[in-house]
């Protein structure tokens, strides 16, 4: 746990003005991206506190699985049902803004709009799938 790591006080609900999703494992929360790119944009993020996406290692597949499956849940939970049509990913360092690993869940990604289709596209330098 990093008290000045927004993600992890989100995570142990010490930020009110987060709401957090229901979420099928408690290893892992999920709430709203507070400027989304795209009618639907959430974050999954762990608990515990991880590094970015750079420091995952091959002992991290099972949590990076269960996070995609989280973000597909709520996409579902929300009514959008099309999973071709999402995008999901991380943010490359040194373009991610919090040093906490979270996924980024996108949908429709038919609607990501003119800025949110290079700040989300698919395996640039900044973002990866």
């Given at each position: ?96 803004s ?17 800025l ?14």
């Amino acid at each position: 746990y990093n008290g000045k790591c927004v993600f992890c006080r989100i995570a142990r609900r010490e930020e009110p003005g987060t709401a957090l999703l229901p979420c099928q494992y408690e290893d892992l929360v999920c709430f709203r991206d507070i400027k989304p790119g795209a009618p639907h944009h959430y974050l999954v993020v762990p608990v515990e506190h991880m590094g970015n996406c750079k420091t995952l290692k091959a002992e991290h597949i099972p949590v990076v699985k269960r996070m995609m499956e989280v973000g597909k849940a709520v996409l579902q939970r929300n009514n959008f049902s099309d999973l071709n049509d999402i995008r999901m990913g991380f943010h490359w360092p040194p373009f991610c803004s919090i040093s906490h690993l979270h996924l980024h869940v996108l949908a429709p990604a038919s609607q990501l709009g003119f800025l949110s289709r290079l700040v989300y596209r698919i395996n640039s330098y900044w973002f990866i799938t």
